[in-house]
């Protein structure tokens, strides 16, 4: 046994209480219970545990506390519960992250989902847990070498960056995502998958991430039939890990999939506590509960390393107007779009490059490099306004110099933003400048004739 595990063990065994405050169920209602002699022993968000008659035990959450007693939410159906049974107060939520996590997968209580047994670290650290004090952290750190065009170019990604990837369903967010975590430059990659279908966990660890992955991947995972307790557990756990190993110093990259469960789960626990819905269904709280989350990420403090983070939104129909979205688009440093019509044509990633924007730039990049960015991005531009005319036969050559252009780079750039060179910024670079400058000879060489 290696004294980390030792130490470990050590750490559990003095965790272990004798005497914990006990009280008893009420009333249960729904989904929730009611619970009387613990009233001033406890807080909201701690956890309780219900010891059921003949069926096991059950976790809660404390949403309301008053006089006359508490409302708790069970973590699943309150099948078995009846008045009188005895309830354990657990305090707030916790895990004990370590080093031992990584190239694990586990649920948001820490506890191993791939049949391998595991301990827990030296240090616990709360679930609902505040940043780093805003004065004291940093800027953005280097930019990250990812091996996709795309983000090494017109869409870089730095230390300590949090970009929304907004997509809809089926256009290769989880492709992208997993690309991310193999190739990204970081020491560190944490995933949070919450509400994935259960089918889809194994296809993305074994398959999708695979061992490359999973080498420098903790991953925590909560099943879309898991309760909503359990997937707003799970982005709050993925969140902590990630801080732990920036307070140790790493480079940690956080994929978080996806911020929309995230929010779904946080509605139902905040109807349950009696809030009213506000937002398009969601309740006003959601705002804030998002916020914090995204907060956490970001430069570290002092000599902590950074978390660099990617969350993803669900957008049905590209609605970028809809509630979560739009309350991303406010708090991130940026915002990636993928989009189906791309997709359906065979470009992935499909990201649509005048859609999305790196708030890093232009300090990510140096003057040559802004000016090749300037100079593609106009050229996506022109292209997209004429494309309707040049699709129908409209258009014709020699009207407009810099439409012109943009149709002899459109194909040249299709096949630059769908490769993975795995080269780093550099080279794609360099490949971006190759392009630009045959679509303009060639233009002059028309010209000339």
Known sequence: MTRSQLQAMTRSLDDLQ??????????????????????????????????????????????????????????????????????????????????????????????????????????????????????????????????????????????????????????????????????CDADVVVLGLVGERGRELGEFVNHVLGPDGMKRSVVVAATSDRSALQRRRCAQTAMTIAEHFRDDGAQVLLLLDSITRFAEAHREVAIAAGELPAMRG??????????????????????????????????????????????LRGVLDGHVVLDRKIAERGRFPAIDVGRSVSRSLPEAANDKENALIKETRKLLASYAQAETLIQAGLYREGSDSVIDQSVRAQEPLESFFSETSGRGSTEAFRQLALILRRASSQGSSAQRR
């Open 282 to 327: 969601f309740p006003a709280s959601v705002a804030h509960s998002i916020m914090s989350l995204c907060e956490r990420a970001g430069p570290g403090a002092g000599d902590t390393g950074d978390i660099t983070a990617i969350f993803s939104v669900l957008v049905a129909g590209s609605d970028m107007e809809e509630p979560i979205a739009d309350i």
């Open 18 to 183: 004798v005497v914990r405050p006990i009280g008893r169920v009420a009333a249960v209602q729904g989904g929730t219970v009611q619970v009387t002699g613990l009233s001033n022993q406890v807080a909201i968000g701690d956890t309780l545990r219900i010891a059921r008659r003949g069926r096991g035990w059950l976790d809660a959450e404390i949403l309301n506390v008053s006089e006359t007693g508490l409302v708790a939410l069970t973590d699943g159906t309150p099948d078995g519960v009846t008045k009188g049974d005895r309830v354990i107060a657990r305090g707030a939520a916790r895990i004990a992250p370590s080093s031992a996590l990584i190239g694990r997968v586990i649920d948001p209580m820490g506890l191993p989902l791939d049949g391998a047994p595991l301990l827990p670290g030296e240090q616990d650290r709360q679930l609902a847990a505040s940043p780093p004090p805003a004065a004291t952290r940093g800027g953005f750190g280097t930019r990250l070498e990812t091996g996709i065009n795309l983000f090494d170019t017109l869409l870089p990604i730095v230390r300590g960056q949090r970009l929304g990837l907004f997509a809809g369903s089926g256009v290769g967010k989880s492709h992208l995502l997993s690309d991310l975590a193999k190739s």
